[in-house]
């Protein structure tokens, strides 16, 4: 019977959320690859939204549907929206593992710095315990922005893990349908430090890291 009553609660949250109207200015969230980011509606025409995030420029305005709306606080999200997220993380990979072979890494966490970015761009990584798959990969930093200048990457990540083969890692990964594009490399030089490359960017160079150097140690678990 709980089990019921559960069900028939998301049922009627997710009918509701998409029977809501979403006005010219309303402040609502949206989602983007699988996680859901403030913003409001601009313009509205027919079904479709044209939002804009909060703390980005206009570049990264789009239209969508009601499927990746929500308002501010609505934590249930419907079997559309949560559909709309797979199809948005369909990432193509492609593997490139550099031809040096390194150490076997410690797991962990790691830290890199970058060596030829801007103020002071990082780099944040995990190994896997056993060694095998590098993940949770962060940049914080900044890529040229044709209107800015410079822009500071938020919430862009590659999605995927990266395989670790003989010490030694590299693949480009694509959202086609967000038109982001990552590519990271490395070698583990020790257990405890690795150097390699980085770069990201968003509609084919449109916003662009460019390729970016850097060095690594472990931070600890």
């Known amino acids: 019977m709980k089990q019921f009553v559960s069900l028939l609660i998301a049922l009627i949250c997710s009918l509701t959320l998409l029977a809501q109207d979403y006005a010219k200015g309303a402040k609502v969230e949206i989602l983007w690859s699988g996680s859901w980011y403030k913003g409001f509606i601009k313009e509205v025409k027919g079904d479709s939204y044209k939002i804009s995030y909060d703390g980005w420029t206009s ?3 789009e239209w969508v549907g009601k499927d990746r709306l929500r308002f501010p606080g609505t ?5 559309q929206a949560k559909q709309a997220a797979a ?3 369909s990432v193509v990979q492609k593997e490139s593992v550099p ?9 962990g966490r790691w830290e890199a710095t970058v060596t030829n970015g ?3 761009d990082k780099l944040f990584f995990t190994v896997s315990a056993d060694g095998k798959r590098v993940t949770n990969v962060v940049f914080k930093g900044y890529w040229k922005d044709p209107t800015l200048g410079l822009a500071l990457v938020e919430h862009l990540n590659p999605p995927n893990p990266f395989p670790v083969t003989k010490g030694a890692f590299g693949a480009v990964q694509q959202v086609e349908t967000a038109r982001m594009w990552w590519e990271f490399t490395g070698v583990f030089t020790s257990p405890t430090a690795a150097e390699g ?6 509609a084919g160079g449109v916003n662009d890291t460019y390729k970016l150097k850097w060095t690594a140690k472990r931070l600890g678990k």
């Open 59 to 61: 570049s990264w305005d």
């Open 75 to 79: 934590a249930a999200a419907s079997k």
């Open 87 to 89: 199809a948005a993380m």
């Open 99 to 107: 031809g040096v072979a390194g150490a076997n890494p410690m797991a």
């Open 118 to 120: 801007y103020k002071g």
């Open 197 to 202: 490359s980085y770069r990201a960017a968003y």
